[in-house]
């Protein structure tokens, strides 16, 4: 049975027409008694309750209520302010500009968020972990889609890959609209187990984005200066209405289809391993020795940063106790934050130096919950990659029994294999952003955090 979710942008806080897109949407999918995910930026939410609009704001609170950023558009957006701060100076960053935003959409609705839709194309690592640590685990529409195997993906501990599949704004001006958004539809339930449907509300009676006309190409108009978006024709409007609420109604009585939410889809998907035991320890230990990846075994989902996690914690017990543990925490360890050095030459280094190294990565994930770019040994720094591998050895060694005086620590990956088959953040040359502008650093940090990359 396919799952749908409505997913609707609602973001307009300078066009006062804008009030009836919304409406239109949380009344028609209510009258069908469907839930759908209205996505608030703050600022449309507090615009809809200084213009007395409590008639809309009780409609969306039978829908679920998620955030979409304060401001959405205005300058400077994430990744224009991120692009000169450092990984954790950036999430508090970003947490300090959002949280006001955040509790007025919690006030205004009574509910807590589940998801965060990035604004435009902003999404950005720092971003994404900010949101997590925010309890707004599911990113919309993130630049990470469905893994090549169609499985949703855990990216920074946050669930990605519920990209929109359908978006109504596509049918505006086609022939015979009813009847393509079905014929769509139906082909969608044959690739997908969940089909987003999504939509900004705004754009049912606007010609043109709200915030192209004041933001685009890094221009900020100042308030007194605001231009509404342009309007459609009214009895374009309503022909509009007339095949979207027919298609609700369509998709109402179909009997092979369960509407769901994005938190409905986050219950499903969440994280629950706690701790693993030593024969997913060694079999994890094969698997790295095979190629540098996340890995799936037993039902169980594990990146290759929660990997690199795992090793160290059995490899810093080994060194205390002179014996592995029968169970390791499974930690939510997120990828490293810099440049990951690779070592020129094979090294060989002694058990005692190497498990000191152990010891030292441990204590860096348990302040930080991210990897560390290298283990230093000697003066010598050696790359994760390099390192992860050199623990997967030393491990199965320990397994039959042999305690090896000395490790060999050779060249490595710097990242895991996926990383070859997943696209990154691109800024350079969109609406939004200024001529130029292309976020070079995120990208970098988006690519590390490939390591926190796994199957859902």
């Not at 954790?88 to 839709?117: A, H, T, W, Y």
């Not at 925010?134 to 949703?152: C, K, T, W, Y």
């Not at 998709?251 to 024969?279: H, M, N, S």
């Not at 934050?337 to 020129?344: A, G, K, L, M, Q």
Request: some cysteine; overall charge negative.
């Amino acid at each position: 049975m396919t799952k749908v979710l409505f997913s609707l942008d609602e973001e307009d806080f300078i066009t006062p027409r804008a009030d009836e897109g919304v409406e239109f949407w949380a009344r028609v999918l209510k009258e069908n008694n469907i839930r759908g995910s209205f996505n608030l930026v703050a600022e449309r939410a507090r615009v809809l309750r200084e213009r007395g609009r409590e008639d809309i704001i009780e409609l969306l609170k039978f829908h679920e209520i998620n955030y979409h950023s304060d401001y959405h558009s205005l300058h400077p957006t994430f990744p224009e302010y991120l692009e000169e701060l450092e990984w954790e100076e950036g999430v508090r960053e970003v947490i300090k500009r959002e949280i006001k935003g955040l509790n007025d959409v919690k006030e205004i609705f009574g509910q807590s968020p589940i998801g965060f839709m990035q604004p435009g194309n902003s999404g950005t690592p720092q971003v994404f972990y900010a949101m997590f640590l925010l309890d707004m685990p599911v990113i919309e529409a993130s630049f990470l889609h469905r893994l090549p195997d169609g499985n949703l993906v855990w990216y920074c501990n946050s669930l990605n890959g519920l990209t929109w599949d359908f978006s109504f704004e596509s049918y505006f001006f086609c022939e015979n609209r009813f009847e393509a958004m079905k014929s769509d539809f139906q082909k969608l339930c044959e690739k997908h187990e969940i089909v987003v449907l999504g939509t900004h509300p705004c754009r049912l009676v606007t010609s043109e984005f709200w915030d192209n006309v004041n933001f685009s190409k890094g221009q900020n108009t100042p308030p007194e200066n605001y231009k509404p978006a342009p309007l459609y024709p009214d009895h374009f409007v309503q022909e509009l209405m007339r095949d979207i609420t027919a298609f609700v109604k369509w998709l109402k009585v179909k009997a092979d289809i369960e509407f769901i939410t994005y938190r409905e889809v986050y219950d499903r998907y969440r994280q629950t391993t706690k701790w693993v035991d030593t024969d997913i320890l060694f079999k994890l230990a094969e698997k790295i020795l095979e190629k540098i990846d996340y890995a799936v075994l037993d039902g169980q989902s594990f990146s290759a940063s929660e990997i690199f996690s795992l090793f160290v914690w059995a490899l810093k017990h080994f060194a205390v106790n002179n014996h592995l543990p029968e169970k390791i925490p499974a930690r939510r360890t997120i990828g490293p934050t810099s440049e990951i050095p690779t070592i020129e030459k094979e090294l060989e280094v002694s058990l005692g130096d190497f498990l000191k190294g152990c010891k030292e990565a441990n204590d860096f994930i348990v302040q930080k919950n991210r990897l560390p770019s290298y283990v230093e040994i000697g003066g010598v720094k050696i790359g994760i990659g390099s390192f992860l591998k050199s623990m997967a050895v030393c491990l199965l060694a320990l397994k039959d029994g042999i305690k090896r005086a000395n490790i060999q620590i050779g060249k490595a990956e710097s990242y895991p294999a996926i990383a070859e088959e997943l696209p990154l953040p691109n800024y350079e040359g969109t609406w939004l952003y200024p001529p130029g502008f292309k976020g070079e650093k995120i990208i970098k940090l988006a690519k590390l955090q490939f390591w926190s990359i796994k199957p859902a």
